[in-house]
């Protein structure tokens, strides 16, 4: 069946992050399948152009919540296909109870009200925060299909309808080399990439490798990232010390984190919030690198099983998984080759295209019939 898929994101061009890195790669995919293919933001593409792409189009994927295009798709009869990236519900955030619908809206309301001494800007912000998820709720209406980039994801998104899960492809080479010591830098490296927020838990790992050098001192940590709380979790590792060990160098372009990750011996993800998807975790196995995470939302299903895990806030137990990859790079080593191998059969761009073809060829046949 012949289709023609458009493809919408909300970010520039230039943006880095998950999101657009899964839309290169499905394009990509999509590409070699001889399926037409166009990709539009909405940030930076204009109104003529939203018009006439949605007007070549036969089906598309929405990757945003931009509820003026979904509207203008409905208009001129297309099937749209909504992805979820990131959690609906802000009270979801960090910590997921599973609920029926009008449970989890209740729990907005109560969990939006400001307290009675906060500054008046706080208490004018449950305003922002209802009119985002009314326009996420008014987008979902609109959609005929919705998917998810996590199962954890699908379920907390918590809607009237069924949410599948369409996970995130990233592309492994068949034939990488084996990574092995002489890879890795020494002092043996930990590291972190992302957001410098503290719901991403950096400061939990900074608060580990205190506890670690009160053992050794045969490491070093990098936070590669910028963030609102750059600042405090700098002053954070000085205070406690680690000025020496731990090293900030700022937002990094793709390929520098890449090669950076590669060089480490495991990359932490100790994140306090409920991951919607963890797409740094996936990075490290194209480059065979172990993974250590939270067990925060979609964290323990998109890490490997030969990943290392710890109950979240336990600075003790991350500490100790920091200390055993000192002491056994080379199993390390072989824990990441198997992540590795995990991710490229899991999370192929091949089967990711499969399913969204799937779909996609389910609502012309429903439209045209």
């Known amino acids: 069946m012949n289709m023609k898929l458009l493809i919408q994101h909300n970010q520039y061009q230039d943006d880095i992050s998950g999101v657009l890195a899964y839309i290169k790669t499905i394009v990509k995919e999509l590409q070699s399948r001889k399926i037409e293919v166009k990709v539009i933001s909405t940030k930076s593409d204009n109104f003529k152009q939203w018009i006439n792409l949605i007007v070549w189009s036969d089906v598309i994927q929405m990757n945003s919540n931009q509820l003026l295009f979904a509207l203008l798709a409905k208009i001129f009869g297309k099937t749209i296909i909504l992805k979820y990236h990131y959690p609906i519900y802000g009270s979801t955030h960090f910590e997921y109870k599973k609920m029926r619908f009008l449970q989890q809206i209740r729990v907005e309301i109560i969990d939006s009200i400001p307290k009675a001494n906060y500054p008046l ?207 056994h790079p080379e199993e390390l080593l072989a824990r990441g080759r198997q992540g590795s191998k995990y991710v490229a059969e899991a999370f192929s761009p091949d089967k990711r295209v499969d399913q969204l073809v799937n779909i996609c060829q389910q609502g012309i046949f429903w439209d045209r019939s």
């Open 121 to 327: 800007k706080w208490k004018i912000y449950p305003i922002i925060r209802w009119a985002r998820l009314l326009k996420r709720l008014a987008t979902a209406l609109v959609a005929d299909y919705h998917t998810a980039s996590s199962q954890f994801l699908s379920k907390s998104c918590v809607l009237p309808w069924p949410v599948f899960t369409l996970y995130n492809p990233i592309e492994i080479p068949n034939n990488l080399e084996h990574k092995n010591v002489r890879d890795l830098s020494y002092p043996y490296t930990f590291i972190f990439t992302g957001r410098l927020h503290l719901d991403k838990g950096v400061d939990l790992l900074i608060k580990a490798a205190r506890l670690l050098l009160n053992q050794r001192q045969d490491f070093r940590v990098l936070i590669i990232g910028d963030g609102r709380d750059f600042e405090l979790l700098k002053t954070l590792a000085s205070e406690l010390e680690l000025s020496t060990y731990i090293s900030f160098p700022g937002k990094l372009t793709h390929p520098e984190v890449l090669a950076r990750i590669k060089e480490a011996i495991a990359l932490i993800y100790p994140s306090r919030w409920e991951e919607p998807v963890g797409y740094t975790v996936l990075e490290a196995g194209r480059v065979q690198t172990c993974t250590i995470v939270s067990n925060k939302g979609a964290l323990p299903e998109v890490a490997s099983p030969s990943s290392l895990f710890f109950e979240s806030e336990d600075v003790e137990m991350l500490a100790n998984h920091l200390n055993y990859c000192l002491d």
